[in-house]
């Protein structure tokens, strides 16, 4: 696997060391990764749209800390199915699915998965849907779930929100049916804007906390809030970062983005 040779010429080291100078990026709470050193788990993660840079930079660090660490991906089948199918599966991509997350699993695989899926690419909400079939996947074989938060991605990838139901439904439409708008980057991209991770505690799931379709649901609930609340965590730490030094500040000014959002419908 491509991966597996990227690991051994130390380019996820490389990529963390560059990340840490152009994103300057942090992660707090690396601690509570230190359960990876030996034994496998379950990451959740809030996502952003389309190019996810998060999970670039995230896979990057984490190699790098563990470079050992056997570590898979599951993502929306039109990358890990589509014409750079070769490129995703090469890195340790999956097509995200019940099944495949139960067979990555039992095979000793720890897994990176986004509850929020492609409903992630809607941009007017912070956060949207958690799906629940993350826990479905932990239905058969229980692993901790490490729930992580980032903030910062968005402001490197800023995008324009526009309206145009012939490119809607020739580019929007065949991701997810209800998806009313179109998305276009702005550039340049990627923006040398500061980029913080969150990693929370372990989170063990108890018989209880998957023994019905209600329990399911809280559980679902309450991961997505401690998601959440790291997302806030990491938004709060980043802008105390950039507002510590002035020059750092006028630098976000000029080189940060912001949504637009452009024809908007009443």
């Given at each position: 696997?491509?991966?597996?040779?990227?690991?051994?010429?130390?380019?996820?080291q490389a990529l963390?060391?560059?990340?840490?100078?152009?994103?300057?990026?942090?992660?707090?709470?690396?601690?509570?990764?230190?359960?990876?050193?030996?034994?496998?788990?379950?990451?959740?993660?809030?996502?952003?749209?389309?190019?996810?840079?998060?999970?670039?930079?995230?896979?990057?660090?984490?190699?790098?800390?563990?470079?050992?660490?056997?570590?898979?991906?599951?993502?929306?089948?039109?990358?890990?199915?589509?014409?750079?199918?070769?490129w995703f599966k090469?890195?340790?991509?999956?097509?995200?699915?019940?099944?495949?997350?139960?067979?990555?699993?039992?095979?000793?695989?720890?897994?990176?998965?986004?509850?929020?899926?492609?409903?992630?690419?809607?941009?007017?909400?912070?956060?949207?849907?958690?799906?629940?079939?993350?826990?479905?996947?932990?239905?058969?074989?229980?692993?901790?779930?490490?729930?992580?938060?980032?903030?910062?991605?968005?402001?490197?990838?800023?995008?324009?929100?526009?309206?145009?139901?012939?490119?809607?439904?020739?580019?929007?439409?065949?991701?997810?049916?209800?998806?009313?708008?179109?998305?276009?980057?702005?550039?340049?991209?990627?923006?040398?804007?500061?980029?913080?991770?969150?990693i929370g505690a372990?989170?063990?799931?108890?018989?209880?906390?998957?023994?019905?379709?209600?329990?399911?649901?809280?559980?679902?609930?309450?991961?997505?809030?401690?998601?959440?609340?790291?997302?806030?965590?990491?938004?709060?730490?980043?802008?105390?970062?950039?507002?510590?030094?002035?020059?750092?500040?006028?630098?976000?000014?000029?080189?940060?983005?912001?949504?637009?959002?452009?024809?908007?419908?009443?």
């Amino acid at each position: 696997m491509l991966r597996d040779s990227l690991v051994k010429l130390r380019v996820p080291q490389a990529l963390d060391a560059f990340s840490r100078y152009y994103f300057q990026l942090d992660i707090i709470g690396k601690e509570n990764l230190s359960l990876l050193r030996d034994q496998q788990a379950m990451l959740v993660m809030n996502h952003t749209a389309f190019f996810a840079l998060e999970c670039y930079l995230l896979g990057s660090n984490l190699l790098s800390s563990y470079p050992d660490l056997d570590l898979r991906t599951l993502v929306w089948k039109g990358f890990s199915e589509g014409p750079a199918r070769a490129w995703f599966k090469n890195i340790g991509c999956e097509t995200a699915s019940i099944q495949n997350g139960h067979s990555l699993l039992e095979a000793g695989k720890t897994v990176l998965i986004m509850p929020e899926g492609i409903d992630a690419t809607d941009v007017r909400n912070r956060m949207n849907t958690f799906h629940t079939g993350y826990l479905r996947v932990l239905q058969k074989k229980r692993v901790p779930i490490i729930p992580i938060g980032f903030h910062g991605i968005d402001q490197s990838i800023p995008w324009i929100v526009a309206h145009n139901k012939t490119l809607e439904k020739k580019f929007m439409k065949p991701v997810n049916p209800n998806f009313d708008f179109l998305l276009l980057p702005k550039v340049p991209i990627f923006r040398p804007t500061k980029v913080v991770f969150k990693i929370g505690a372990p989170i063990h799931l108890a018989d209880k906390d998957m023994a019905s379709e209600a329990a399911l649901n809280a559980t679902n609930e309450r991961i997505k809030t401690t998601v959440s609340l790291l997302v806030d965590e990491a938004e709060q730490y980043r802008k105390e970062r950039i507002t510590q030094s002035r020059p750092n500040r006028l630098f976000h000014k000029l080189v940060e983005g912001k949504i637009s959002h452009l024809n908007k419908r009443r």
